[in-house]
């Protein structure tokens, strides 16, 4: 028997649960990559963050989106990220965007892996301080906290994603935006973000 309306779970829950293989995957990619291991296998990984937040970006004028997120023009790393590269004199990379034909509901998909990635970034922003003497003003820009904490902006975000603006009619396709979202960043640490060899 299904689930009442009434016990379903939140669209934040379903989300978090049914793409946590990919969200997995995700992780084991970044660890083969060890981008803080130089700053040369680091430049790989801005390429990786500039190229998915060029297709973040892209969606958050899409129509309906600021309907539900009501800062989503606030949100968005793609020029911090081509400032890092240009900090460290590094090529910015040229592809074709991937989000030109992701409308809404997908599009909230997507902004999902992106705004939950803003919350991993407070310890990758410890590693390219630690370990490459960058920092929030110098390239590692893409890593920053928004304005006012990590924190805030997820709990905001993902109340935005559970409020009964969003209907649970949608919440499929939601989910099915954020799977391609993780295929699409995963895709792009196998292309730009070679694996580091391990110290001996």
Same mark, same amino acid.
């Given at each position: 028997?299904?689930?009442?309306?009434?016990?379903? &779970?939140?669209?934040?829950?379903?989300?978090?649960?049914?793409?946590?293989?990919?969200?997995?995957?995700?992780?084991?990619?970044?660890?083969?990559?060890?981008?803080?291991?130089?700053?040369?296998?680091?430049?790989?990984?801005?390429?990786?963050?500039?190229?998915? @937040?060029? *297709?973040?970006?892209?969606?958050?004028?899409?129509?309906?989106? @600021? @309907?539900?997120?009501?800062?989503?023009?606030?949100?968005?790393?793609?020029?911090?990220?081509?400032? *890092?590269?240009?900090?460290?004199?590094?090529?910015? &990379?040229?592809?074709?965007?991937?989000?030109?034909?992701?409308?809404?509901?997908?599009?909230?998909?997507?902004?999902?892996?992106?705004?939950?990635?803003?919350?991993?970034?407070?310890?990758?922003?410890?590693?390219?301080?630690?370990?490459?003497?960058?920092?929030?003003?110098?390239?590692?820009?893409?890593?920053?906290?928004?304005?006012?904490?990590?924190?805030?902006?997820?709990?905001?975000?993902?109340?935005?994603? *559970? *409020?009964?603006?969003? &209907?649970?009619?949608?919440?499929?396709?939601?989910?099915?935006?954020?799977?391609?979202?993780?295929?699409?960043?995963? @895709?792009?640490?196998?292309?730009?973000?070679?694996?580091? &060899?391990?110290?001996?």
């Amino acid at each position: 028997m299904s689930a009442s309306p009434a016990h379903a &779970p939140l669209l934040s829950q379903r989300l978090k649960h049914e793409t946590e293989a990919l969200h997995l995957q995700m992780h084991d990619l970044m660890e083969q990559a060890r981008p803080f291991s130089s700053r040369m296998h680091y430049a790989g990984f801005l390429a990786v963050q500039y190229l998915f @937040q060029r *297709d973040i970006e892209h969606l958050l004028d899409r129509p309906g989106i @600021q @309907q539900v997120i009501h800062d989503a023009a606030l949100r968005g790393r793609e020029h911090d990220a081509l400032r *890092d590269l240009q900090d460290l004199d590094m090529p910015v &990379p040229h592809e074709s965007l991937a989000t030109c034909e992701v409308a809404m509901p997908e599009a909230l998909g997507w902004l999902y892996v992106s705004e939950g990635s803003t919350l991993g970034a407070a310890f990758l922003l410890k590693e390219a301080q630690a370990r490459l003497g960058l920092s929030s003003t110098f390239g590692a820009r893409n890593l920053s906290a928004y304005d006012g904490g990590r924190a805030n902006a997820w709990r905001r975000f993902v109340a935005a994603l *559970d *409020d009964e603006v969003v &209907p649970s009619s949608q919440h499929d396709a939601i989910i099915e935006g954020a799977r391609a979202a993780f295929r699409r960043f995963g @895709q792009l640490l196998q292309s730009y973000a070679q694996p580091a &060899p391990v110290p001996a």
